[in-house]
């Protein structure tokens, strides 16, 4: 059941630098996706999110962009702080994808 | 203002038992979803109670089952246990207002292991 795919198992960026994790899924019904952030030791707990009207939102740092024709979403922090070192998870409809580790290194 | 809470947080059992998991949604939410989670994986959704029924359901077997109350509480239970359902047990609770539109609140899990 894999509708919803992170390719990327981790990505390593340098404080201040942009960081970009992608996510792609198969069902084109898929109307709302979402972004959760996990923390060691503690639950995912949400992001930002984006409507499939949409192609783009923001929201401080964060910045989510949809392209439905490629069934892509990728999510952007910038600027990367070291705080923002965890697991981020994409999902829709229920379903998530195997996670992306950000370590931001100062 | 509580958020989701699991109960317990860690347990142990051996391989043919059964299991009960325990959550508490966000106070005003009225759906729970539960999710299976294993090491180095994402949160597979096992299924989702509405209005104490069962909305939807993942790919799980009939070895796992759940239940809400009428104070939206869930339970999760598993029977004849295996050793490949060792993992982290995570209940997240919304609104009811759709599918998959509504940001899901977690709990910080329940990690089960079975020997």
């Known amino acids: 059941d894999q509708q919803v795919k992170q390719n990327s198992p981790s990505l390593s960026v340098q404080e201040g630098r942009i960081s970009i994790l992608n996510c792609d899924y198969t069902?084109?019904?898929?109307?709302?996706f979402l972004w959760y952030k996990k923390y060691p030791a503690e639950g995912p707990t949400f992001l930002i999110s984006?409507?499939?009207?949409?192609d783009k939102n923001e929201d401080g740092r964060f910045t989510v962009f949809l392209n439905k024709s490629a069934k892509h979403l990728s999510l952007h922090i910038v600027p990367s702080q070291p705080g923002d070192s965890a697991v981020y998870f994409c999902?829709?409809?229920?379903?998530f994808g195997a996670g992306t580790r950000l370590t931001v290194k100062p | 203002d509580a958020g989701v809470t699991q109960s317990p947080t860690h347990l142990i059992k051996t391989r043919g038992q059964q299991v009960t998991l325990r959550c508490s949604p966000k106070?005003?939410?009225?759906?729970v979803s539960w999710y299976q989670q294993a090491l180095g994986q994402g949160p597979q959704f096992i299924f989702q109670?509405?209005?104490?029924?069962?909305?939807q359901r993942g790919n799980f077997p009939d070895r796992f089952s759940g239940h809400q109350f009428p104070n939206y509480s869930s339970e999760l239970n598993v029977n004849a246990l295996l050793l490949g359902d060792s993992a982290l047990y995570l209940c997240?609770?919304?609104?009811?207002?759709?599918?998959?539109?509504?940001?899901?609140?977690f709990g910080n899990g329940t990690r089960l292991t079975v020997t």
């Open positions: 999902a829709a409809a229920e379903r």
């Open positions: 106070s005003g939410h009225d759906t």
């Open positions: 069902n084109s019904m898929f109307d709302y």
């Open positions: 109670y509405y209005e104490e029924e069962e909305r």
């Open positions: 984006i409507s499939s009207i949409k």
């Open positions: 997240a609770s919304t609104t009811g207002t759709g599918y998959g539109n509504s940001p899901l609140h």
